[in-house]
């Protein structure tokens, strides 16, 4: 099975679990936390213990339960590491902290926006798209900014699979497909 598949199973799970909870903020934070933690050189040594079939699945699990407790994860989050090393699938938190990020937007009704600009923005204009974006979509957003010294002017913003590209380089590239299908 496909390692995205795998992770979406685990994350669509997990996320059904914390709505029936009432806690799948919290459960996403302490998923991001040990996708953190497996993510540094010192959990990648973690990781290959965990998946080391040199050690008794008995070892694994007592290895999981330390971490849990050192994470300071809650039951539901302990059982569901648990569960990743037992399946052989932790490998691939990174990939469900990611798929659950997604899916605890959708439930709390809300998007993630990124604005790209030449420069640093002010916060007033940053406000400003954020409040457009909202009241074009109904939802909550997060925005990001990114500094990218590769656009001439203008904004580039991005929401979801969506890119709405009003820099200069676009607008640009716009005049000179308009003036080339003229020519020819």
Known sequence: MKKS????????????IGKNDNAYEKYGEELRSLASLFNEAEGKG?????????????????????????????DTMSK??????EKQVVHIIGAMADVYSRLADEVAGRIRATVEAPATLND????????????????????????????????????????????VKAQLENIKDKLLEGVV
Do not use: H, W
């Not at 598949?5 to 059904?16: E, N, Y």
């Not at 569901?80 to 090393?85: A, C, D, G, I, Q």
């Open 5 to 16: 598949t795998v992770a979406k199973r685990f994350a669509q799970a997990l996320i059904d």
């Open 46 to 74: 973690i990781e290959k213990l965990l998946l080391n079939p040199m050690y008794s699945a008995e070892e694994r699990r007592k290895l999981a339960d330390t971490i849990s407790k050192k994470c300071e994860l809650s």
């Open 80 to 85: 569901f590491f648990s569960l990743t090393v």
């Open 124 to 167: 007033s204009l940053l406000n400003s798209i954020k409040d457009k974006l909202k009241a074009e979509t109904g939802k909550e957003v997060v925005l990001t900014f990114k500094e990218n010294k590769e656009l001439i002017g203008g904004l580039v913003v991005r929401v979801g699979d969506t890119i709405l590209d009003g820099s």
